[in-house]
């Protein structure tokens, strides 16, 4: 899975080769091996892992989302299966199909799309699902379990930033770390991961002052706010690894945090908004959906 990355070359101007990160082909390789994993599994006479999905209301975006988890799990051989539900269902009669699932031996990987209507709670829904069969890892339990270091299931998108940055040999022990955004879902827990890898982390937010001078200082930058274009090449330091996890739609097309043209020949490193992230986040959802059926089956639950 890994290799190392040589130092970045750059050319009598000063100007670095930036590496493109083709995140589809390296999530297309983990995915493989999970594949091989799970062949192993049924050939031994286990059936496979099944993640289920649930959708609230009629979101085409959602709806695109899921159509694209299922093909994911369809090539690694794992089940799936969707429920969704009317924009209208109450919190209620979402928590009752949450215990549902929870008490199906068959499911291993529950995940609830986000967002969800105003009248449902996230943080209601995200309790409710049994941390054991949490896909996204957003429960409580195992937000503090990756406080401790034992976490057996990690939030998605900060676990393929951080596949990303082991693939390409990026060091991260002792390096400067800069976290841009402090949302549950990515912010805070991938400023947790790189701590754990002895990086020395700043987390920067709306209220943070002087924030390209900040940026300007980091070894490693993750970007996740949303923000189209709003980190500029003189907020780069030369031959910093830049991990652009935003995307907002502009005129049609994607458009990342990052001004990615720009950042050509300053960073070292850069994911692209479109094969960057994205395909690691899913592989990172099958690997939690994996890594969750494994436990339970070795718990006798499975």
Same mark, same amino acid.
Request: charged share 20%; aromatic share 2%.
């Given at each position: 899975?890994?290799?190392?990355?040589p130092?970045?070359?750059?050319?009598?101007?000063?100007?670095?080769?930036?590496?493109?990160?083709?995140?589809?082909?390296?999530?297309?390789?983990?995915?493989?091996?999970?594949?091989?994993?799970i062949?192993?599994?049924?050939?031994?006479?286990?059936?496979?892992?099944?993640?289920t999905?649930?959708?609230?209301?009629?979101?085409?975006?959602?709806?695109?989302y899921?159509?694209?988890?299922?093909?994911?799990?369809a090539?690694?051989?794992?089940?799936?299966?969707?429920?969704?539900?009317?924009?209208?269902?109450?919190?209620e009669?979402?928590?009752?199909?949450?215990?549902?699932?929870?008490?199906?031996?068959? $499911? =291993? &990987?529950? *995940? +609830?799309?986000?967002?969800?209507?105003?009248?449902?709670?996230?943080? !209601?829904v995200?309790?409710?699902?049994?941390?054991?069969?949490?896909?996204?890892?957003?429960?409580?339990?195992?937000?503090?379990?990756?406080?401790?270091?034992?976490a057996?299931?990690?939030?998605?998108?900060?676990?393929?930033?951080?596949?990303?940055?082991?693939?390409?040999?990026?060091?991260?022990?002792?390096?400067?770390?800069?976290?841009?955004?402090?949302?549950?879902?990515?912010?805070?827990?991938?400023?947790?991961?790189?701590?754990?890898?002895?990086?020395?982390?700043?987390?920067?937010?709306?209220?943070?002052?002087?924030?390209?001078?900040?940026?300007?200082?980091?070894d490693?930058?993750?970007?996740?706010?949303?923000?189209?274009?709003?980190?500029?090449?003189?907020?780069?330091?030369?031959?910093a690894?830049?991990?652009?996890?935003?995307?907002?739609? $502009? =005129? &049609?097309? *994607? +458009?990342?945090?990052?001004?990615?043209?720009?950042?050509?020949?300053? !960073?070292?490193?850069?994911?692209?908004s479109?094969?960057?992230?994205?395909?690691?986040?899913?592989?990172?959802?099958?690997?939690?959906?994996?890594?969750?059926?494994?436990?339970?089956?070795?718990?006798?639950?499975?």
């Open positions: 899975m890994s290799s190392t990355r130092p970045a070359d750059s050319d009598a101007s000063g100007t670095i080769d930036t590496v493109t990160v083709d995140g589809l082909g390296l999530a297309n390789t983990l995915r493989d091996e999970m594949k091989a994993e062949e192993a599994l049924v050939a031994a006479g286990h059936r496979a892992p099944h993640l999905v649930v959708l609230v209301g009629d979101d085409p975006a959602s709806k695109s899921i159509k694209g988890k299922q093909r994911a799990c090539r690694i051989g794992a089940d799936s299966s969707e429920h969704i539900l009317p924009s209208a269902t109450s919190e009669d979402l928590l009752s199909l949450l215990d549902k699932l929870n008490n199906d031996d068959r $499911v =291993d &990987g529950i *995940l +609830v799309q986000l967002p969800l209507p105003k009248h449902i709670s996230a943080e !209601a995200a309790e409710a699902i049994d941390p054991a069969k949490d896909a996204d890892a957003l429960h409580p339990l195992n937000f503090g379990r990756l406080l401790l270091g034992n057996k299931l990690i939030s998605c998108t900060p676990l393929g930033v951080m596949a990303v940055l082991k693939h390409h040999g990026i060091e991260i022990s002792g390096r400067h770390a800069v976290v841009i955004g402090r949302s549950n879902i990515v912010g805070k827990p991938v400023s947790i991961l790189l701590q754990q890898q002895n990086a020395t982390v700043t987390m920067c937010h709306s209220r943070t002052q002087d924030l390209p001078g900040v940026c300007r200082g980091a490693i930058l993750v970007a996740a706010v949303g923000s189209p274009q709003m980190v500029k090449a003189d907020w780069i330091k030369p031959g690894a830049v991990m652009d996890v935003g995307v907002t739609e $502009v =005129d &049609g097309k *994607l +458009v990342g945090d990052v001004d990615f043209a720009a950042a050509q020949g300053v !960073a070292s490193i850069i994911t692209p479109r094969r960057g992230i994205g395909p690691m986040t899913i592989t990172m959802l099958l690997r939690n959906t994996l890594n969750a059926y494994v436990a339970r089956k070795e718990l006798g639950s499975a």
